[in-house]
C-alpha cells in the first residue's frame, strides 16, 4: 500500500485525480498540500494547508511514494510575471527537491506542450525551466506530462480560454499526422494516465499530449 502527494489537489485535473487515488486500493494514504481545503473528509485523506510558497517549511511532513504536481495559473489570474513564476516554476521545482532529499523515487509533473527553456514566449519558457530543474534533481522516476489545451468546466471565468475549446473540439479531427498532439485533452485523460505511469511507468520522462492519450487507451 502506497502514499502518494498531491499538489494542486484543488483544480481542474488535480481533483480528478484525487478522486481517482482515493478509489485506488493500492493507496492507503494521499497527502495535500494546498493553501485551501477539498472541503470533503475520507479515511485515505491527509490534509495540510499551508502557503505553497514556502513548501520547504514542511519538509518533515513531505514523506511518500509518489509526487503528483498538478499545480499551475494563467497570465489572466495570475498577472504579475512575478508571482507566476513562483507558482508555475517554484512551487514544482520545490517539490521536486523536497522528493529527492526525502528519497522520493517518483515524480510526476504536469507541464504544457511546447515547453522550452529558449523560447521567446514566457508561459513556455517558464514551463520549460520549470521541466530542466526537475529533470536536474535527478529522481529515479520522473515524467513529465506535456497536454495541449484542457478540456473541461473550470470554476473560474476564462472567456477567450472556453472559446477556443469550442473552435479546438470542432477542430480536433483535422489535426492528423504530425499536428495530432495539438488536439484538445480531457483532464481526465491526463489524471488516469499520471496513475498509470505511477505504477507502470512509462519509457521516455517527457510524455506528449498525444501520447498522454495513448497510455490510457492501451
Known amino acids: 500500500m502506497k502514499t502518494a502527494i498531491i499538489l494542486g489537489a484543488t483544480g481542474l485535473t488535480g481533483s480528478i485525480l484525487l478522486d481517482r487515488l482515493l478509489r485506488d486500493v493500492r493507496y492507503s494514504r494521499i497527502k495535500l498540500f494546498s493553501r485551501r481545503s477539498v472541503g470533503f473528509q475520507h479515511p485515505k485523506l491527509e490534509e495540510h494547508l499551508i502557503d505553497l510558497f514556502e ?3 514542511y ?3 513531505f514523506t511518500g511514494d509518489e509526487v503528483f504536481v498538478c499545480i499551475g495559473t494563467t497570465k ?9 513564476k513562483k507558482v508555475d516554476y517554484g512551487i514544482p521545482v520545490t517539490a521536486a527537491r523536497l522528493a529527492k532529499k526525502n528519497d522520493i523515487e517518483k515524480f510526476l509533473v504536469i507541464s504544457a506542450l511546447g515547453a522550452d527553456p529558449e523560447s521567446k514566449f514566457f508561459y513556455n519558457r517558464i514551463k520549460g525551466e520549470m521541466e530542466r530543474e526537475v529533470l536536474e534533481q535527478d529522481i529515479p522516476e520522473t515524467y513529465i506530462f506535456q497536454p495541449s489545451l484542457i478540456g473541461g468546466h473550470r470554476e473560474e471565468k476564462r472567456t477567450f480560454e472556453a472559446l477556443w475549446k469550442k473552435v479546438m473540439k470542432l477542430g480536433n479531427h483535422l489535426l492528423i499526422g504530425k499536428f495530432r498532439k495539438y488536439r484538445s485533452i480531457h483532464p481526465k485523460t491526463i489524471a488516469a494516465a499520471m496513475i498509470k505511469v505511477a505504477n507502470k511507468g512509462y519509457k521516455k520522462k517527457r510524455i506528449e499530449s498525444h501520447k498522454i492519450k495513448k497510455i490510457v487507451r492501451e
Request: no cysteine; hydrophobic share 25%; net charge negative.
Open 59 to 61: 519538509a518533515e511532513m
Open 76 to 84: 489572466k489570474k495570475t498577472p504579475n510575471e512575478e508571482v507566476y
Open 55 to 57: 513548501l520547504e517549511k
